[in-house]
């Protein structure tokens, strides 16, 4: 019997389900252990994703014991990268730049399909989180806003789905003492301590946060559906997720890119030392990218689009000269953070605030992506085996 339409899952996630390569899977189909199909005006052929699935679970060393929880392989339809581009379910991130809110961008990131209802109220505490840590002030307002909320730990896809934008919403509220009904930029800002009433700033806070939205199974995303696989509430995986960008390697990569852009230190010094502390400098290189970032691409040149941006460009421009000179590496995301900050004047350590904000989103879609699948039992895969 042939699978339905929404059972059909693309080569690329089948690849990834199975942790094989492309031509692995299809030396698989000529052998005719798996069959695929091709449809006009996909750029892929299609997989059963039961025959994908149950091919998965077969897989494990011979001897061993069946699974309490069967294996798979972890595989996503938020983002996807194809020929040093990123797109946004499909969608290329360019065109996802050009929605006409950070609402609509983060629709499009959740699979929303309806209206978003932002029902979800800012609990009455007494806490002033103003004094916390900027970095501390998401994890314990999304905490604040789920102790409010008798339906924290609800595990249905559709209603969490729902509930992620509003769950976000009131959290950035909790987190600068706003009001929860407004865009998601303007509170981000306001959360930051920058001015929302520059229509400039935030134009390019919300490109800057669509860039961020999701980049695939990251460690806090891959942190956040662990989480999601013992079934633990969205509040619960979005700290999960923020404990895995806290490291320097991950979401607070902005802050050290941040001081590149200092003014009154020359930046010829500046990537020596780096090269010699560290053998790479901040804000520059992606493994993925060997191009060029296209997310930094799009946040730079809404950038320069803002008035008073001519030094700053400069000094980007300059830096990226003399690092593509020494390492032949471009810029990436990471600088083009802290280009923002520096241009809308908020501290290093919002760079880190920015993209737990932007990220939050990707981490709630891939949240519901793992509330659809069976319990996940997750391991290592010895290199040796």
Known sequence: MAASPSAWITTTEAAQRLGVKRATLYAYVS??????????????????????????SATRPPGSPPPVLRFRSIAT????HLDGELFYRDRPLGDVVALPSLDAA??????????????????????????LPLRRRMPVAV????AADPFASDTDPDRVREAALPTLRSALALACGGRADRDLAVLTLEALGGSSSDRGDVATLRVLLVA???????????????????????PDC???????????????????AHGLLDEGVEPGALVARAL?????????????????????????????????????????????????????????IDLASAAVLH??????EAGEVVFQVGRSVGVAAHVVEEYAEQPLRWRGRDPQG
Not at 31 to 56: N, T, V, W, Y
Not at 343 to 348: R, S
């Open 238 to 256: 979005l700290c999960a997720a923020y404990a895995a960008m806290s490291g320097p390697l991950h979401g607070a990569a902005p802050v050290a």
């Open 276 to 332: 010699r502390e560290h053998g790479g400098v901040p804000g520059f290189g992606h493994f993925r990218y060997s191009e060029g970032d296209p997310r930094a691409e799009v946040v730079l040149a809404a950038l320069w689009r803002r008035r008073g941006t001519t030094r700053l460009r400069r000094r980007v421009e300059d830096l990226a000269e003399l690092v593509a000179d020494r390492t032949g590496e471009l810029p990436n």
């Open 212 to 234: 961020l939205l999701d980049h695939g199974l990251t460690a806090s995303t891959v942190a956040a559906r662990v989480a999601a696989s013992t079934r633990a509430g969205l």
């Open 343 to 348: 241009a809308l004047q908020l501290p290093a």
């Open 143 to 146: 905490q604040l806003v789920a």
């Open 31 to 56: 052998r005719g252990l798996l069959h695929s199909e091709r449809r006009p005006g996909q750029q892929e052929s299609l997989f059963d994703r039961g025959e994908i699935d149950a091919m998965a």
């Open 77 to 80: 339809a938020v983002s996807s």
């Open 106 to 131: 983060a629709a499009i990131v959740l699979g929303s399909t309806g209206e978003q209802r932002f029902s979800v109220r800012s609990p009455e505490v007494a806490t002033d989180l103003s004094r």
